[in-house]
């Protein structure tokens, strides 16, 4: 039974984690596609691309060096789909706004 529970404690942080790092990205992209239309839109969308890439980059560093496993690589995967789900309702009723 304590073997489940210290499953989930390692498995709950990855998930939040995961969905922390989905929120922040999929915020940077809706800023990045934004400025698209705005003076400078170039190197503005290239920025957010670099820090998104980074964004990644070292996301995943950090759940290889914290030995998650593949459990809590899922977990965050998870995290990351469910901050797309509702980043994508966010936009599609912000657009329904506009």
Same mark, same amino acid.
């Given at each position: 039974?304590?073997?489940?529970?210290?499953?989930?404690?390692?498995?709950?942080?990855?998930?939040?984690?995961?969905?922390?790092?989905?929120? $922040?990205?999929? /915020? @940077?992209?809706?800023?990045?596609?934004?400025? #698209?239309?705005?003076?400078?839109? %170039?190197?503005?969308?290239? &920025?957010?691309?670099? $820090?998104?890439? /980074? @964004?990644?980059?070292?996301?995943?560093?950090? #759940?290889v060096l914290t030995?998650? %496993?593949?459990?809590?690589? &899922?977990?965050a995967m998870l995290?990351? /789909? @469910?901050?797309?789900?509702?980043?994508?309702?966010?936009?599609?009723?912000?657009? %329904?706004?506009e």
């Open positions: 039974m304590s073997e489940g529970l210290g499953h989930a404690a390692s498995v709950i942080p990855a998930f939040a984690a995961g969905f922390g790092v989905g929120t $922040l990205y999929f /915020a @940077l992209l809706w800023r990045s596609v934004r400025h #698209l239309t705005g003076n400078g839109a %170039g190197w503005r969308f290239v &920025l957010g691309l670099v $820090l998104r890439l /980074a @964004l990644i980059i070292g996301a995943l560093a950090g #759940l030995s998650v %496993g593949p459990s809590g690589i &899922l977990a995290g990351v /789909a @469910l901050a797309r789900l509702l980043a994508t309702r966010f936009v599609r009723a912000r657009i %329904g706004e």
